[in-house]
């Protein structure tokens, strides 16, 4: 039986149940849809992707707040409860980006230093014109290459 392009793409597609267990972490996917995980982690857009999903979560938490009785100026008082910490969720997510992408490439069996393709690519022409004008980095300059605090 042969496959149409459809049926190959929704294969290595997760559904939806998949795609929310898999964007905060509870699942891993199966090994057929590496490559899309690859490319949600680490190709274009990647950061936008990871932000929006960490943007949802803290709604919730912070939601019941705004359900506080207060005697006036409601809006001050809500906001002034809930967007601090909002706000402070959102720069701990985008601070630690990296740091989470790259665990879920390496939980997904994925070279962690994908996240920066995007990024080499980038500065490759940067690259090459320092390597014409003062000649390749040394040896023990190559850990540099890795934006992996941890490695």
């Known amino acids: 039986m042969h496959r149409t392009e459809e049926e190959t793409t929704s294969a290595t597609r997760p559904n939806f149940l998949q795609t929310v267990a898999y964007a905060y972490g509870f699942r891993r996917l199966p090994a057929s849809m590496r490559d899309w995980v690859a490319n949600d982690l680490a190709g274009p857009g990647s950061v936008r992707r990871f932000m929006i999903r960490m943007a ?36 701990i997510s985008l601070a630690l980006n990296k740091v989470w ?20 690519q980038k500065n490759a022409q940067v690259d090459q014109d320092y390597i014409a004008r003062f000649g390749p980095r040394p040896q023990e300059a190559e850990y540099q290459k890795n934006s992996n605090p941890f490695f």
């Open 56 to 91: 949802i979560p803290p709604i919730f938490v912070l939601a019941p707040f705004w359900l506080f009785p207060v005697e006036q100026d409601a809006l001050y008082v809500h906001s002034t409860m809930t967007v601090p910490i909002y706000c402070w969720a959102l720069a």
């Open 101 to 120: 992408r790259r665990h879920r490439l390496a939980a997904h069996g994925l070279d962690p230093n994908l996240v920066d393709v995007l990024k080499r």
